[in-house]
């Protein structure tokens, strides 16, 4: 990455106004390989194609100094066979406002393609594709642009949950809790958890948050004797139930003084996963007790929760 430094200096009152910020760039590239697929009699021909995309996204929250985020995408596609494999490397940077010196960048990669950079209330996440192929999901791994740490597997769209006071002037700025859930079964390309001995693997959970180590749980059942009742499975939706709960179960609204961990307890996630055997699509309840995922309710439904590194 090259970078250019364009200095401005302006007069005033006898001092020296900062600098400009620098601008950045980045180039792309293509590459066309000749190769054959191994077989008898074969051609060389092209059979490959490497493309590295570069780009840059910006988040921009207020009183806070503007992260530049560049992704480099790396792509290898082959017609010796189905779908194509990826890499995307990382480079985050904060930049003040008032044009000082950036930060040191914080470089990171993971397999996977399509970076894109979200914003989930106040929790920006960069997103990156694992693609699926031969009848699996595509997989979504979501990292923390500030750590460079995965805070998240799924194959949905993270349920968001956060509490907020019911005061007028409640918000964000008054300590709002935020809370999220990842959310995978094993027919994600980007699934990998196994299940123990005599069990099969339902889904795999993620609980976290901007100030919440992520907890990774696998769901479990034991494997059913009839093979038409046997994963592997697939999430739908998910959603909170409970009281204070809205509507679209995102939102828990509570009164007397700021949000506290503690208002969570009691609250349900609803997970809904579907088999991609005969068997009929079924709700599974986990329970939230102490700002965690506990396998209360989850024994009626013969399924075990079990921690995951």
């Known amino acids: 990455m090259s970078l250019n430094l364009i200095t401005v200096l302006t007069l005033g009152a006898g001092n020296l106004v900062a600098a400009a910020p620098p601008a950045l760039s980045a180039s792309s590239s293509i590459e066309l390989r000749m190769a054959d697929c191994g077989g008898e009699d074969e ?23 503007l992260q530049v985020v560049k992704h480099v995408a790396w792509r290898k596609q082959s017609n010796c066979m189905e779908g194509s494999e990826g890499k995307v490397d990382f480079e985050v940077t904060l930049h003040p406002r008032d044009g000082s010196a950036a930060s040191k960048p914080l470089r990171f990669n993971t397999e996977g393609e399509e970076p894109l950079v979200l914003a989930y209330w106040d929790w920006p996440m960069l997103r990156v594709t694992q693609a699926g192929c031969c009848g699996s999901e595509d997989g979504y791994r979501y990292f923390d642009p500030n750590t460079g740490k995965l805070v998240g597997v799924s194959s949905v769209e993270p349920l968001p949950l956060q509490v907020i006071n019911n005061a007028a002037d409640s918000g964000l700025e008054q300590g709002t809790i935020q809370r999220y859930v990842f959310a995978h079964g094993a027919t994600s390309a980007a699934f990998d958890a196994e299940a123990a001995t005599g069990q099969e693997p339902v889904a795999e959970l993620t609980f976290s948050g901007p100030d919440h180590a992520p907890q990774r749980v696998l769901l479990q059942q034991p494997v059913p004797s009839n093979d038409a009742e046997s994963g592997p499975w697939s999430v739908r939706a998910m959603r909170f139930v409970g009281e204070g709960i809205d509507e ?25 996963v579907e088999c991609q055997c005969e068997a009929e699509p079924r709700t599974l309840r986990v329970r939230l007790s102490q700002d965690r995922l506990v396998d209360t309710g989850l024994k009626a439904q013969h399924i075990s929760l079990v921690p995951m590194r």
Do not use: M, S
């Not at 995309?53 to 921009?60: E, G, K, Q, S």
């Open 43 to 65: 051609d060389r021909t092209l059979r490959e194609i490497i493309t590295k995309n570069a780009r840059f996204d910006v988040i921009d929250r207020y009183g806070e100094p």
């Open 248 to 272: 679209q179960g995102r939102t828990l609204w509570v009164d007397g003084g700021p949000p506290k961990t503690a208002q969570v307890d009691g609250l349900t996630l609803e997970l809904d």
